[in-house]
């Protein structure tokens, strides 16, 4: 996560979609050791740039 967000910057869709992806990752982390994220992690990443540009007002 962005090191300056926290999570009650997250609306509260935001963050159960966050809870989703990071469940999904442990899932997906479980079936193996060479088990492509990259797709959540984008996802992920994406939610948090929506949040900093609320908190940044842009």
């Known amino acids: 996560m962005a090191d300056d967000l926290s ?3 997250f609306t509260r869709g935001e963050k159960a979609r966050l809870i989703a992806l990071h469940a999904r990752m442990a899932k997906r982390s479980v079936a193996g050791d060479t088990v ?3 797709d959540l992690q984008r996802r992920v990443e994406r939610i948090e740039k929506q949040a900093e540009r609320r908190k940044s007002g842009k």
Do not use: G, I, T, V
């Open 36 to 38: 492509d994220l990259s």
């Open 7 to 9: 999570f009650r910057d």
